[in-house]
């Protein structure tokens, strides 16, 4: 007896292709087997990988956001400050939930949530890693991660398909970075990395060594604050050569991402690009939920062995802001 | 188990659409920053570094029937309102351009006024700064909301763009 209607061939053959390109796009961000994708690594491996990687970078990410909101509250009190504590204090009782598996849905909707106020009340200053947060947030959850139940699909399966949406989203933002900065043009000639020099000293110190020193006092001595000043524009070889490297790496770093055979060289890649961007810029959040998420393109589970590594890190960024919040501001 | 696979692909088809407007709206973030000058480092566009963070000036001007266009300063406790307004139209304008107009700061300096000054026209001026792409020189563009003195106030709107040449 037919309870529900057969659906037409057509529609069938349509949903079937649909889902057959999905499954190929996203397949390009699967987690790559150790030595590549000749060997033959059963399938029930690479998910329970997967499973276990998808599990530790859950508990960073709550940790990052627990730390962080928890910042918030110091160390002076701001309008709003009750606020500031509340949010402190949710965010590690979802932390707290993420370690009781039975909790493990709950703690991501609650963090959602959290990240969902937080965008409300910054907004529109929201910043772009606190978008991130929540982004990597709902794939988790979008991704059916916690779900237990027939509906759960294979052990793995929904972590799988979780790391491979946050991989994708990682390339996809690395890319436009690059995108971006051929759209706006203030990089073939120098003209963003000369105004950063002008403005900001730690630019300077990163960045003042491409050109000779008469260049680069010409260029500190210019006030970007007056109409007519300039040009931020050097020809210094050097200068224009890191310039143009800056976009040409965003746009390549995803492809080699992508690719099993470079996977591992464009992590370090990015890690360090990254790396030497941080240490003028000083967004260490920013920073850390990066190489969190980078490090999801290990082909082994790289989460296992240097989540002790977060665990300091975010301790003594807790610590820095409680005990001596002006010895740094961690954005 | 043809239910938990239906599930599962049902689960990608929604991951994918997140994908696809994640991947989307990147370009519309590049067309926003042209047409509505918003800000390149804010609203999820990825692109930060793409040119300097300049704050817009906001400058408001009284017509003074007897002594002209002055401008006010919105000092005083009278202005308090007025100056929270201010405050919170900069913040937002910064970021979305000349998608937020200043009619709630208006209204607010126009009640902040003395009675006898509330029908005069008021001038709001936003002062963008950027670097010209073609100089590479400091440039400047002013827009101005004019309010007219009239129990609805109307906005009239110039935008002018003053080259580094």
Redesign the interface.
């Known amino acids: 007896m037919r309870t529900k209607p057969r659906p037409e061939p057509l529609q069938v053959n349509a949903l079937q292709r649909?889902?057959d390109a999905?499954?190929a796009?996203?397949g390009v961000f699967r987690s790559v087997p150790p030595g590549g994708e000749g060997q033959a690594a059963a399938a029930g491996s690479v998910l329970a990988m997967e499973r276990d990687r998808c599990r530790i970078f859950e508990r960073i990410l709550l940790l990052h956001l627990a730390v962080r909101m928890g910042t918030m509250a110091y160390p002076d009190p701001v309008p709003g400050s009750l606020e500031a504590w509340g949010l402190g204090l949710a965010a590690t009782a979802a932390l707290a939930l993420g370690f009781w598996p039975p909790a493990r849905r709950a703690a991501l909707a609650l963090a959602f949530v959290l990240l969902c106020g937080l965008l409300w009340t910054t907004f529109?200053?929201?910043?772009?890693h606190g978008?991130?947060e929540l982004?990597c947030v709902?794939?988790l959850l979008?991704?059916?991660v916690g779900t237990s139940g027939?509906?759960?699909?294979a052990p793995g399966?929904?972590e799988a398909?979780a790391l491979q949406?946050i991989r994708?989203?990682l390339a996809?933002?690395l890319f436009?970075?690059g995108?971006?900065?051929v759209?706006?043009?203030?990089?073939f000639?120098g003209?963003?990395l000369?105004?950063?020099v002008a403005?900001k000293p730690e630019f300077a110190k990163v960045f003042g060594w491409l050109a000779s020193p008469e260049e680069i006092a010409r260029i500190e001595a210019l006030d970007?604050?007056?109409?007519?000043?300039?040009?931020?524009?050097t020809d210094a070889p050097l200068f224009l050569l890191a310039s143009n490297l800056v976009y040409a790496f965003e746009l390549v770093a995803p492809l080699l991402l992508v690719w099993p055979r470079t996977r591992r060289w464009a992590v370090l890649a990015v890690l360090a690009f990254t790396a030497s961007?941080q240490s003028g810029a000083r967004e260490f959040f920013f920073g850390a939920l990066l190489v969190n998420g980078m490090l999801l393109y290990w082909p082994r589970n790289l989460h296992a062995r240097v989540w002790p590594v977060f665990a300091l890190f975010y301790v003594g960024l807790l610590f820095q802001r409680v005990f001596a919040p002006d010895a740094l501001v961690a954005r | 188990m043809t239910e938990p696979t239906n599930r599962v692909r049902r689960r990608r088809r929604r991951v994918a659409v997140l994908l696809l407007l994640f991947t989307a709206w990147p370009l519309v973030h590049y067309q926003w920053t042209q047409h509505y000058r918003t800000s390149p480092w804010k609203l999820f566009g990825w692109a930060m570094y793409t040119k300097p963070r300049y704050v817009p000036t906001v400058e408001v001007y009284r017509y003074d029937p007897e002594l002209g266009r002055r401008r006010l300063a919105l000092a005083g406790p009278e202005f308090a309102r007025a100056e929270a307004e201010w405050r919170r139209f900069v913040e937002w304008s910064e970021v979305l351009g000349t998608l937020v107009v200043p009619d709630a700061l208006a209204q607010e300096v126009r009640s902040a006024l003395p009675r006898r000054s509330r029908r005069d026209p008021l001038e709001v001026v936003v002062l963008r700064f950027r670097v010209d792409r073609t100089t590479a020189k400091v440039a400047v563009d002013r827009e101005t909301y004019f309010y007219e003195a009239k129990p609805r106030a109307r906005r009239g709107v110039e935008e002018e763009q003053a080259g580094a040449g």
């Open positions: 649909i889902d999905i499954a796009v996203l529109p200053q929201t910043s772009n978008f991130l982004w709902l794939l979008a991704s059916g027939a509906g759960a699909g399966e929904a398909l949406a994708a989203s996809i933002v436009y970075t995108v971006q900065k759209l706006h043009g203030t990089y000639g003209d963003f000369a105004i950063e403005m970007p604050s007056v109409v007519g000043a300039g040009p931020f524009r961007i």
